[in-house]
């Protein structure tokens, strides 16, 4: 893996981090899985941004948008059941859309190779059939969390994963903590370059809003509109761009490496991690006891409270039960790469919530 030349503002991150690499594992078949993946990323990315006309070329607009706009349905689905809850704000409906939010994560580009995935048509009553897939459950820990926020001044920060059909279930997960005023802000983290092929940028961000802005369906655009003014009056906040969402590094290194981001998550009420990706970087990509717990695996990174929502689509996982893992691999020898199961892990800065040590 060869350092980066040219003028990229990350280009120290990067190469202070090949730099240290030694010579036997800084090749992309010797590397970590984590490692050189990033880096493909990352130096596919080089050849365009030095290109003269295709530096802002998003090679993976086209599929991410088709992912968007081939879930119109599924969307069209979530909001007429929104429409029911916004009357009646509870703890049930909340937990509703964090599995909501969980599965969303299903419709990953990455997993499948750039061929599209659809959401089912409708996606509240997959949510509410699919609890026997969630092998970590701790969204009753979220949401105390969340109800234990001051919410005249809670930030949420969530770390984006997927465009498309996933992050319009951030997009309503956010809308509802602000619409129940359990919180002030939501602060998006985006990705600052095309990033594992259907990883949300900026652009995807605006793009998304845009389309349904300028949709046919009633619904669509009244929420197009919403969100975008919620952009403008800082309920939805757009994270500056920061490169540490596309370096290699694994978050237990974010005190060292950018002290900023760490402290600015640290004043956060809760950070939400979407994805696999991130679970793989919270845990450091390890081959951990499966039995050790969320909070060991995290070594140190907690800058706040911080919850996972997660397809499980890599073979790496934390949390479980004695003889949870035996009985998973009876039901599917392939139980760790599909995306069939998902995981909601929390663990708590502070004494006042359970901590997710099981
Ligand atoms: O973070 P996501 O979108 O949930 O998943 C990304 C992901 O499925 O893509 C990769 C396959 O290339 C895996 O490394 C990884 O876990």
Known sequence: MKTFKGEARDKKLWNDFLNQQNNDSNSFLKACWLYAECYVYRRLYYFFENHRILKTYDYFSQNKQKAFTISVGAMLNVFEVLQSMKSHISDDNLKLLLKLNLWGNRCDLSISS??????????????????????????????????????????????????????????ILADYLIESKLVSKVRFNLKAMPWFISDATFNDFRWSLEYMKNHSSPVLREYGQKWQAFVIGNKFELANVNYFWTSPYEYYRMPEIDPELHKRLSKSHLVIFKGDLNYRKLISDFSWDCTESFKTCLKGFQPTNLCSLRTIKADLICGLLEGQSKSLEKENNEWMITGEFGTIQFAAKCDCFHNSDR
């Open 114 to 171: 750039g061929k599209e995935v659809k959401p089912g048509d409708n996606p509240f009553e997959l949510a509410r059939n699919l609890d026997k897939k969630i092998i970590v459950d701790e969204s009753c820990k979220i949401i105390e969390c969340l109800n234990h926020a001051d919410r005249k001044n809670s930030v949420i920060e969530f770390i984006c994963d997927n465009a498309g059909y996933e992050l319009f279930t951030d997009f």
